[in-house]
Nanobody, 124 residues
Framework: QLQLVESGGGLVQPGDSLRLSCAPI????????VAWFRQAPGKEREGVSY????????FYRDSVRGRFTISKGSTGSTVYLQMNNLKPEDTARYYC?????????????????WGQGTQVTVSS
């Protein structure tokens, strides 16, 4: 069974940084598009960023562009989300998701493999 495991979440203060990791179990992410989604209580799951591991194409939602950076590890089997200058509105459960090839539409329904999520809380 193909699985993703996220790690790196935590409780931080505004302005702090965190790095989330997404590791695959049972496969490699070399030819997948890997995305980070987040969901805050009472809100819909929203796309944060994605990377196409084959061609390196990346995308960020407007509210995180310039603060977050998505990247793949040297082995190609782990994807990271570096989050700098965190804000209270970034508080959410962050999920890693993957789909083979290119994600034509950046919505949760496009992605077929999901992790269980990691909680990020930004509070003073």
């Amino acid at each position: 069974q193909l699985q993703l495991v996220e790690s790196g979440g935590g409780l931080v203060q505004p302005g702090d940084s965190l790095r989330l990791s997404c590791a695959p179990i049972g496969f490699t992410l070399d030819y997948y598009t890997v995305a980070w989604f987040r969901q805050a209580p009472g809100k819909e799951r929203e796309g944060v960023s994605y990377i196409n591991n084959k061609d390196g194409d990346t995308f960020y939602r407007d509210s995180v562009r310039g603060r977050f950076t998505i990247s793949k590890g040297s082995t190609g089997s782990t994807v990271y989300l570096q989050m700098n200058n965190l804000k209270p509105e970034d508080t959410a459960r962050y999920y890693c998701a993957a789909v083979p090839g290119t994600a034509v539409v950046f919505t949760p329904g496009t992605f077929s493999i999901w992790g269980q999520g990691t909680q990020v809380t930004v509070s003073s």
